[in-house]
């Protein structure tokens, strides 16, 4: 356990930050979920609308320091590629 004060406060906000990354994950997660499963049930409707979702979630995600830039760019690719080839 940490003595010193500003240990004790970096414990506090990796903890924090630990829960709000973990949070901004699942729900890109869930939202490329929604459209793998558009796409598996072949509902072309479905899935450009989950993928509009996605797209917003992958972004927001790499404006809060979630995920590198490349990484969001390289799923959005692969989604949209998966939606297009429907």
Same mark, same amino acid.
């Given at each position: 356990?940490?003595?010193?004060? &500003?240990a ?8 924090? @930050?630990a *829960? @709000?990354? =973990?949070?901004? @994950?699942s729900? #890109? +997660? !869930? *939202? #490329? +979920?929604?459209?793998n499963?558009?796409?598996?049930? =072949? %509902? +072309? %409707?479905?899935?450009?609308a *989950?993928? +509009?979702?996605a !797209? &917003?979630?992958? &972004?927001?995600?790499?404006? =809060?320091? #979630?995920? /590198?830039?490349? !990484? &969001?760019?390289r ?5 949209? /590629?998966? #939606?297009?080839?429907?």
């Amino acid at each position: 356990m940490a003595n010193i004060k &500003s240990a004790k406060k970096r414990i506090l906000v990796a903890e924090k @930050r630990a *829960a @709000r990354n =973990k949070s901004i @994950r699942s729900r #890109v +997660k !869930t *939202a #490329v +979920k929604k459209v793998n499963a558009a796409i598996e049930a =072949k %509902d +072309k %409707d479905a899935a450009a609308a *989950a993928l +509009k979702n996605a !797209t &917003s979630e992958l &972004s927001r995600a790499v404006s =809060k320091g #979630v995920y /590198h830039k490349n !990484t &969001s760019s390289r799923k959005i690719s692969r989604l949209s /590629h998966a #939606v297009n080839k429907m």
